[in-house]
C-alpha cells in the first residue's frame, strides 16, 4: 500500500504548489474539541500533524506548551490519542495524520505495542524529536514494516555527510528545521538564507518531499513557498489560546486560519 503521505506530496507536485502541514496538540484543550479542530482545518490542510503531550519538552515552545499544559490538565493519556485519531480516520480516511513528540511515551508503551496501536488507529507518519539519526535506525525499521513513515530531522548545523545519511535513510518525507530555536520563535533567519539551505537538501536528492518548520507564521509562509512543504503550529496553538480566552467556538476560527494559510502558498 504507497504511503498516503506520499501521495499527498504527488498531488501537490501535480498542482503545483506547496503541502500545508498543520500542527496542534492531541486534546487541547478537551478531547472532544481537539477532534472537532482536527475535523475542521483538515479541509484546507494536505497534512496534519497531531502532538501528544509532553511535561518535559525540550524543542515546544511557549505556545505548544501552553496548549500541552491544558491537554495534560484535563487528564489527556496516550489511548485517548489513539482514539482521537480513529474517529477522525473513520471520515477522513485518506488523509495523512502524523503523530509527533517524545520517545519517553513510546517508550514507556512498549515500541512494539506502540506501533501496532498507531497503525490499528490510522496513523500515517511519526516524528520522534528527542531520537535523533542514527540512534533512531531501528526504530525506523520497525515502523516501515508497519508501513508507518518515519520523518527524519535535518537542521542548519547538520553536516554535510550526516545530512547525505539521513536522507538515503529517510522515508516519505524529511522535516527541516529552519533555525535553532524552539517551536514558535520569531525566525532568526531570513527567508532567503532558509531556502538557501533547503535548496542544498535537495541538491542531494531532489526525489524526497522535504518540508519547513519552526518560525513559519502568517507572516512569512509566503515568501517560503518554494518548499515542498511548510508546517504551522505554534500559530495555531496562539489562536487556540486566544479563541478559548474569548470563549469563541475554536474550530470555526481555525477553519478560517488555515483556509487563509492555504490561499497564501497556492
Given amino acids: 500500500m504507497k504511503s498516503k503521505i506520499a501521495i499527498a506530496f504527488k498531488n501537490c507536485k501535480k498542482e503545483k504548489r506547496t503541502a500545508l502541514i498543520t500542527y496542534t496538540v ?3 484543550n478537551t478531547k472532544s474539541n481537539s477532534l472537532k ?6 479541509k484546507h490542510a494536505d497534512i496534519l500533524e497531531l502532538g501528544f503531550p509532553h511535561n518535559t519538552p525540550i524543542a515546544d515552545g511557549g505556545q505548544i ?3 500541552s499544559h491544558r491537554a495534560l490538565r484535563n487528564g489527556i493519556k496516550l489511548n485517548d490519542i489513539f482514539n482521537i485519531v ?3 480516520k473513520v471520515y477522513n480516511p485518506n488523509k495523512p495524520l502524523i503523530m509527533m513528540g517524545y520517545f519517553n511515551l513510546i517508550y514507556q508503551s512498549g515500541e512494539n505495542k506502540f506501533l501496532k496501536n498507531c497503525k490499528a488507529s490510522g496513523v500515517d507518519g511519526l516524528i520522534v524529536v528527542d531520537l535523533p539519526y542514527p540512534e533512531n535506525k531501528n526504530f525506523a525499521k520497525k515502523c516501515k514494516k508497519k508501513s508507518i513513515d518515519f520523518i ?3 537542521s542548519p548545523t547538520t553536516s554535510n555527510d550526516r545530512m547525505k545519511k539521513i536522507i538515503k535513510d529517510s522515508h516519505n518525507m524529511i522535516y527541516y528545521i529552519s533555525m535553532l530555536s524552539t517551536t514558535g520563535g520569531k525566525l532568526k533567519v531570513s527567508p532567503k538564507k532558509i531556502l538557501q539551505n533547503y535548496n542544498k537538501i535537495k541538491r ?3 526525489k524526497k518531499n522535504i518540508v519547513i518548520g519552526f518560525g513559519i507564521t502568517n507572516k512569512t509562509i509566503a515568501s517560503l513557498k518554494k518548499a515542498d512543504g511548510l508546517v504551522v503550529g505554534s500559530q495555531l496553538c496562539k489562536t487556540i489560546t486566544n479563541s ?3 470563549r469563541l467556538n475554536t474550530a470555526k476560527v481555525l477553519d478560517k486560519m488555515v483556509y487563509n494559510l492555504r490561499k497564501k502558498i497556492i
Fill in 26 to 28: 492531541a486534546g487541547d
Fill in 37 to 42: 479542530i482536527l475535523n475542521a482545518i483538515s
Fill in 65 to 67: 506548551q501552553g496548549s
Fill in 86 to 88: 480513529k474517529k477522525f
Fill in 152 to 154: 527524519q530531522l535535518l
Fill in 204 to 206: 542531494i536528492n531532489r
Fill in 244 to 246: 478559548l480566552k474569548k
